[in-house]
């Protein structure tokens, strides 16, 4: 066994015990690779719980499959399949992807194989049906898949190849991150929420502050945030250039996994002792709703330091915000009111049972009274890709994660980063606001 920590031997009957402290990341880890102790930077060949691909990155991943000669998945229960980003399909091409992961999946039985009509956003709809749960390892084609974090899981993107890989063998080869600790305290002021707190941190820590780290985030005003909140957090984790983003489980995830799950939870926390590549301690009780400006999410500042920046479109929705707490958000400050007639409104929930949620509670009824457009779930314009994309020198607030230059249309637009409150708020106004500006104190 190898000792990457300060490690500590007692003997008992001739033998040698030893104690490594250990990251929940670390442990997690350790656990999928049938190994006592990882420590960071160390290679390892670990077996993951749920592999994911999407329309877009599942297909290269087939091609590679059938190209190495494949003839079967290892496991049709362990790989997932969301047909999201362009679906409804928005052209042949897309059309053609989505044929291709549906042939792919009836041909190897994929247990888990989401089309229009009953997929959703990837990254909310897993956590939603149950298919992760904590002490999870996932993989994923995607660079959100680092969401699942939230959970108390281990969950990382990786390439379309190394998807093709571990849908060929069960594994996949990582090499074990540093953690870092983030430590929030403090109540959190009205209107911000897991947005503001990820954006304020990337801001402060840049986008590359976290490179090949597992961002693990702590303290009360993290325990205080809801689920919705919590996947938020970690779905940004990536933006900071991190491996992934892990909160450990606690009464509010038992909670929401609950029922849910499709699998047996396991749950870890980090040894008290545990060793972190760096530790800092934010004020969370002096965090304002906050806004990226372009043409990165490090560049976040207070709503008010923003400026006069009148808007073309607010989106509210995406694998960020499009749970059914942000669609509450948003219709408690449209309720009653319209969109600025310079701008215009697009809200998509992240899944089908928040689009029917969405109806059962009015919420679609404030959002299409309020002059917005309520789509089916799609992942759309978060990636420029339909439902919204900005023509050229067009200016967008919106609650996606990405706002580098031509993420959303043309490379001469500029998308502004923000929570639902804010992106409402700013709808109404037709500029970029603070919501107290429509709603009051």
């Not at 089908?352 to 917005?372: M, N, P, T």
Request: with cysteine; charged share 20%; proline share 4%.
């Amino acid at each position: 066994m190898v000792c990457g920590k300060d490690c500590s031997g007692t003997s008992i009957d001739g033998q040698t015990q030893t104690h490594v402290s250990m990251t929940i990341t670390e442990k997690i880890l350790a656990a999928h690779a049938a190994r006592d102790v990882v420590a960071p930077g160390e290679f390892i060949l670990a077996e993951f719980d749920l592999a994911l691909g999407n329309d877009i990155t599942a297909p290269i991943a087939i091609n590679q499959f059938e190209s190495a000669g494949a003839r079967s998945v290892f496991d049709p229960d362990k790989i997932c399949f969301v047909a999201d980003h362009f679906v409804p399909n928005k052209d042949i091409e897309s059309a053609e992807q989505s044929r291709q992961l549906r042939e792919f999946a009836q041909k190897h039985k994929l247990a888990h194989f989401y089309d229009a009509g009953r997929m959703g956003i990837e990254h909310a709809l897993l956590p939603e049906q149950g298919l992760v749960v904590p002490g999870d390892l996932v993989i994923g084609a995607d660079s959100h898949t680092c969401t699942y974090g939230a959970l108390g899981a281990f969950s990382t993107g990786v390439g379309s190849t190394d998807l093709a890989a571990a849908m060929v063998t069960g594994k996949v080869w990582l090499k074990v991150p540093e953690s870092m600790k983030l430590v929030y305290n403090g109540s959190l002021k009205k209107w911000v929420g897991g947005k503001d707190i990820i954006l304020y941190t990337i801001g402060r820590i840049g986008v590359d502050g976290a490179l090949y780290r597992a961002m693990e985030f702590a303290g009360d005003s993290i325990t205080s945030l809801s689920m919705a909140d919590r996947l938020t957090v970690c779905n940004m984790a990536i933006e900071a250039g991190a491996k992934s983003g892990v909160i450990a489980p606690d009464d509010e995830t038992r909670r929401y996994v609950g029922d849910r799950a499709r699998s047996e939870p396991r749950f870890y926390e980090s040894d008290a002792d545990a060793t972190y590549a760096e530790v800092q301690e934010f004020d969370a009780s002096a965090v304002e709703p906050q806004v990226a400006v372009p043409h990165l999410p490090e560049n976040a500042v207070a709503v008010g330091e923003v400026g006069d920046v009148p808007i073309d479109q607010a989106v509210i929705g995406s694998c960020t915000n499009g749970r059914i707490e942000d669609m509450r958000v948003a219709a408690s400050i449209l309720e009653g009111k319209k969109v600025a007639r310079n701008a215009r409104l697009i809200v998509i929930p992240a899944t089908q049972q928040v689009y029917l949620d969405c109806i059962s509670e009015g919420l679609a009824r404030v959002f299409v009274e309020a002059g917005g457009v309520f789509s089916t779930p799609t992942c759309g314009p978060c990636l420029g890709g339909h439902m919204g994309v900005l023509a050229a020198g067009e200016v967008a607030v919106s609650t996606t994660n990405r706002n580098f230059r031509g993420r959303m249309g043309h490379p001469d637009s500029k998308v502004y980063l923000a929570g639902p409150a804010v992106a409402a708020a700013s709808a109404v106004a037709g500029r970029i606001v603070s919501p107290d500006e429509v709603v009051g104190d």
